[in-house]
């Protein structure tokens, strides 16, 4: 016996009024027509790994959560290869899963069967141009990589995602944000031209100036309209960098400062990392002494934070006048503890500034958050909403977990670009959007899904009250795709994803 | 008998029971690429007694794991708005459900289509004879067709139902150590039935039963009666059917058709579940998972898909899979005990319909006549000595912010 559903619609039209889908589960793929889309890519001398040793090692993303299991993997080696198994998986109608760092939390880089396609076998930078300031590298290296090589001409990115072990292509089909992302934007907005395959197989060429529909589809894309095999970014000289901490007890005034601080473009780089709610650390740093000296003349009196030390008496008065609380103050202290020398590792550091920034601000911070899983939950916010959302949500985190951290930055909008349209920048930003994740501090607890979900169902909920968006809305969270841009605006997209990609095979369930 | 058994191949993971939490466990298991077997001892589709009115909770989980229900999986009426609940003070409270109406779903056929869904490799007619644990993987022995045959896998899930043969594999004499409920539905042709057709109907009354319901199915009405599993079901039915008459106007012919189920009322309330040993887990009612108002659908989905993730969970990570599933079934525990405990009911709305709420709708003086209906209605089930229990494990609840594991088997 087999049912028959319409997938447009559902029994009992009236039932779960105001609580549309919350949760994403995709179905593993069937496996049709597997055999002869393997048969035809041998037949190019494209080999297939289905060794299930092997394809074990693909069954999960950064997050953890969400686990699945590709029916083989292909390791990239160039865009023709890429655009061979783009046109047999159309003909074939097979699902291709595309995994850079694999750095998603939501299942997006997760094939549910089918083919995952590892972009890391493309990880060769390819010119680095010192008078252009740019360098075209292939899309599957990681940012680490990048940042090494440019180094070894004097050279430097410019904003990378937090996370530096994500690749530059998932990452320009993300955003990709950073403390620079207050002064330069996201990582994708740094895309000078890319090298795309598009779903149906061609090999496209595209930048502002060519083909430009397709390169603002592809950024902040969430790879939906094509694979970026190569990218031309921009870069500047490198320069050490002074780093500077302020302490807040309020995460009010810590985000009003925030904001004000970003909106007066008063520092290269800001953002905010908070241990629980008590204590709020406002990051600030500098290319050069001429910045730095300009925030300590023009800004410094206008912030709330505190020094160190006077952070330190005021929240040791504040523990002495609560005893009840002696656990909180001590996991304070011995993150502090960890933590800070972290953030200044002397190995990094030469005369008081930072050397290497890839490693301070990725590397050796990534290891205090990561875990087996992870669950980071965001909004993305104008610069009205922002205060608000983020008390919010940290009340949710309250409620759901005893130790968090929240990230929060401002994000440079480079005008109304047709990339931002369906992405993390929250249609009512104007010159600047800011994102704050809500991150649990999971310490190798073991949670279920549901437990997660539900807290990431009440953060991503306050967006749909507030308006705002979110950088994790693919894979399981997709149900908030609808809830959050409209249908006019979703039905717009899918039928231009119909279009590019009429077998709907390219990371499916991840948008549509 | 074992060793002359046909050898069947090897899967990840045998689930034994066709029903929601089997399908959903098997949803997460295929999903991660798991082989994964269930065996369900009737032909399919199999019809299964139940109300059908799962929670708006359940419901969300079927439409976000399974895709939309086709048609045949549900009743008519489709969909049912909430619960009211009667006192034997005649006053009556109605309790929208959260989110809007939802599904009455038609167990034959939802159960089936879930399992198509789920993509696991089904064998039905195929009845479970024994589990052995082996320490790396674990033999069953199951019989189809005076056959049998033998199964290995490197877990086994107890997906079972109340009256669980994998329970009773793992913990001998077990089921004589708990209460048995009886449940019985009768269909009945209507005369004439003023009850509200879109809700379920509850009542909360020590005379008529431990668990007596009424609701509206394919143009009939149900009437449904629990008791202890020995009771003569069909005259408290009689009973209960008088009194409807008596009270509510309802005027029903006689019934044509019953159909009745044996259940473990209780484990959730006392917080006394029972999740298995060794490379062997228990999930849904056959742990003991039921909701307030014998709701057990939803719960039987996610406690499914729990031992579905903490067994992917084992697989990838060689994790002992009892410590795994048992740290994350705690949520799942928290949600259904929840419902049960005073001091959540009170301070706390732990169920998808406003109970609070709609008491406050009252008057002073009607609140205090239904307090002291839910008290009559609690009396009964003073022979069960769960009161302490009761009280025990919510102080519990709220001291440590869990319900104590130590007293899960």
């Given at each position: 016996m087999s049912y028959k559903t319409d997938g447009s619609k559902h029994i009992?039209?009236?039932?779960l009024i105001g609580i549309p889908r919350q949760q994403t589960n995709p179905s593993r793929w069937s496996g049709k027509g597997w055999d002869a889309f393997v048969g035809e890519l041998g037949s190019s001398g494209i080999d297939v790994v289905t060794e299930p040793s092997k394809l074990?090692?693909?069954?999960?993303?950064?997050?953890?959560?969400a686990t699945g299991s590709c029916h083989g993997v292909v390791i990239a080696r160039s865009s023709e290869m890429i655009a061979d198994i783009m046109r047999a998986a159309q003909k074939h109608r097979i699902p291709v899963t595309v995994k850079g760092g694999?750095?998603?939390?939501?299942?997006?880089?997760?094939?549910?069967?089918g083919l995952q396609l590892d972009?890391?076998?493309?990880?060769?930078?390819?010119n680095i141009d010192r008078e252009d300031l740019t360098v075209r590298t292939e899309?599957?290296?990681y940012w680490h990589s990048l940042a090494e090589s440019l180094r070894r001409y004097g050279m430097d990115y410019l904003s990378a995602p937090l996370?530096?072990?994500?690749s530059v292509g998932g990452t320009l089909g993300v955003g990709g944000i950073d403390v620079n992302s207050p002064r330069l934007?996201?990582?994708?907005?740094?895309?000078?031209?890319l090298k795309v395959v598009t779903p149906r197989g061609d090999i496209v060429e595209c930048s502002e100036e060519d083909n430009r529909d397709l390169f603002e589809l592809v950024l902040l894309g969430y790879g939906q309209?094509?694979?970026?095999?190569e990218a031309t970014l921009r870069i500047r000289p490198f320069t050490p960098i002074t780093m500077h901490y302020f302490y807040y007890s309020s995460l009010r005034e810590a985000m009003e400062d925030l904001k004000m601080l970003t909106r007066e473009d008063a520092a290269d780089y800001l953002g905010i990392l908070t241990m629980l709610d008590r204590a709020i650390n406002l990051l600030v740093a500098f290319d050069s002494d001429e910045r730095e000296k300009m925030f300590f003349s023009n800004w410094r009196n206008k912030i709330r934070g505190h020094g160190e030390m006077g952070f330190a008496v005021r929240t040791a008065a504040h523990y002495l006048l609560r005893p009840w609380k002696l656990r909180e103050a001590l996991y304070l202290l011995d993150r502090k503890r960890t933590l800070l020398p972290a953030l200044s590792p002397s190995h990094h550091i030469a005369s008081g500034k930072i050397v290497d920034r890839s490693v301070v601000f990725s590397r050796a911070v990534w290891r205090f958050w990561g875990g087996r899983q992870m669950v980071i939950p965001d909004l993305a916010t104008s610069e009205d909403k922002f205060v608000d959302a983020i008390l919010k949500g940290n009340e949710v985190c309250k409620k759901y977990f005893d130790h968090y951290t929240l990230y929060c930055v401002g994000i440079k909008l480079h005008?109304?670009?047709?990339?931002?349209?369906?992405?993390?920048?929250?249609?009512?930003?104007?010159d600047f959007a800011y994102g704050c994740e809500f991150e649990p501090?999971?310490?190798?607890k073991t949670y279920s899904r549901d437990y997660l979900q539900s807290f990431k169902n009440e953060i991503y909920d306050i967006g749909v009250e507030m308006g705002t968006s979110y950088y994790?809305?693919?894979?399981?969270?997709?149900?908030y795709i609808r809830r959050v841009f409209g249908d006019e605006l979703v039905d717009r997209y899918l039928k231009m994803k119909e279009k590019a990609d009429p077998s709907m095979i390219l990371n499916r369930d991840v948008i549509f | 008998m074992a060793t002359s058994a046909r050898y069947h191949s090897h899967y990840d993971v045998i689930i034994v029971g066709g029903s929601f939490s089997g399908a959903a466990c098997a949803k997460r298991l295929v999903d991660s690429g798991y082989s994964t077997l269930i065996l369900e001892h009737?032909?399919?589709?199999r019809h299964k007694p139940c109300?059908?009115?799962?929670?708006p909770r359940g419901h969300r989980f079927l439409l976000e794991n399974f895709g939309p229900v086709p048609?045949?999986?549900?009743?008519?009426?489709?969909t049912c708005r909430g619960v009211v609940f009667h006192y034997p003070s005649m006053l009556s409270m109605p309790m929208d459900f959260h989110y809007g109406p939802t599904l009455h779903l038609n167990r034959k056929y939802s159960d089936h289509w879930a399992l198509l869904q789920s993509g696991a490799d089904v064998h039905e007619r195929t009845h479970l004879e024994s589990v052995e644990d082996k320490g790396t993987s674990v033999e069953v022995i199951a019989r189809t067709e005076g056959e049998h045959i033998r199964y290995r896998a490197r877990y086994v899930m107890g997906?079972?139902?109340?009256?669980s043969t994998v329970v009773r594999s793992v913990?001998?004499?077990?089921?004589?150590?708990i209460p048995w409920f009886k449940v019985k539905q009768y269909f009945h042709e209507r005369i004439?039935?003023?009850?509200?057709?879109?809700y379920f109907h509850f009542w909360v009354h020590p005379d008529l039963g431990f668990y007596t319901w009424s609701h509206l199915r394919n143009e009939g009405q149900i009437v449904g009666v629990g008791y202890?599993?020995?009771?003569?079901l069909n005259k408290r039915h009689e009973r209960v059917v008088s009194y409807l008459e008596e009270k509510h106007g309802v005027r029903l012919k006689p019934t044509e058709k019953r159909e009745g189920s044996i259940n473990n009322f209780g484990l959730s309330l006392i917080n006394r579940y029972v999740f298995g040993k060794g490379n062997i887990i228990i999930t849904g009612q056959a742990a003991g998972f039921l909701n307030i108002i014998a709701e057990g659908m939803s719960c039987a989905l996610h406690s499914g898909a729990i031992a579905g993730e903490a067994t992917v969970d084992a697989l990838r990570y060689n994790n002992s899979i009892q410590d795994t599933y048992r740290k994350m079934i705690s949520s799942e525990v928290k949600r259904c005990s929840d419902q049960w405990n005073p001091f959540k009911i009170i301070f706390g709305?732990?169920?998808?319909?406003d109970f609070m709420a709609a008491l406050k709708r009252h008057s002073r003086s009607d609140r205090r006549r239904i307090i002291r209906d839910i008290w009559s209605f609690l009396r009964p089930w003073g022979k069960y000595g769960w009161g302490r229990q009761i009280v025990t494990q919510a102080v519990f609840r709220r001291l440590i912010d869990a319900y104590a594991p130590s007293r899960w088997l």
């Open positions: 009992g039209k009236d039932s074990s090692l693909y069954r999960s993303d950064a997050g953890g959560v694999g750095l998603t939390t939501e299942g997006e880089s997760v094939a549910f069967g972009m890391r076998g493309m990880s060769k930078v390819i899309a599957g290296i996370n530096m072990t994500s934007g996201c990582s994708a907005d740094q895309a000078v031209a309209f094509g694979i970026i095999t005008g109304k670009l047709p990339r931002y349209e369906l992405s993390c920048i929250p249609p009512d930003a104007q501090m999971l310490e190798g994790r809305f693919g894979g399981m969270m997709k149900g | 009737k032909k399919l589709p109300s059908g009115i799962v929670s048609d045949e999986a549900v009743h008519s009426p489709k997906a079972d139902g109340p009256n913990y001998p004499g077990y089921e004589k150590t004439d039935c003023p009850l509200d057709d879109d202890g599993a020995g009771d003569d709305n732990p169920h998808e319909a």
